[in-house]
């Protein structure tokens, strides 16, 4: 069973930075996109980040472009959701996700899912 598990959520203010972490449970993502998703309350699961199995190729959603940064170490099968300047509208759970081959930025597309990370901003 391959299971992701997240660390690295909390509460931090408005400027601040976070850094997430999501480990996986087995070495079946050399061939994987990872990707990172957030979820606010009422809103629906948005992308927010993902980066290929060779680490080349990485994709941003806009509204965190120039601020946060996906990376991923396969050797720990983990990927990293490095946040900096955070602001209110990022509190929401974030989600890390496995996708075999090809590039996506739908949540509904991805195969695995991690439980959520908690990460509230307050201004």
């Known amino acids: 069973q391959v299971q992701l598990v997240e660390s690295g959520g909390g509460l931090v203010q408005a400027g601040g930075s976070l850094r997430l972490s999501c480990a996986a449970s087995?070495?079946?993502?050399?061939?994987?996109?990872l990707g990172w998703f957030r979820q606010a309350p009422g809103k629906e699961r948005e992308f927010v980040a993902t980066?290929?199995?060779?680490?080349?190729?990485?994709y941003y959603a806009d509204s965190v472009k120039g601020r946060f940064a996906i990376s991923r170490d396969n050797a720990k099968n983990t990927v990293y959701l490095q946040m900096n300047s955070l602001k209110p509208e990022d509190t929401a759970v974030y989600y890390c996700a496995a996708r075999a081959l090809y590039y996506s930025d739908t949540p509904g597309a991805y195969d695995y899912w991690g439980q959520g990370t908690q990460v509230t901003v307050s201004s």
């Open positions: 980066v290929s199995w060779s680490g080349g190729r990485l």
């Open positions: 087995e070495r079946t993502f050399t061939n994987h996109w």
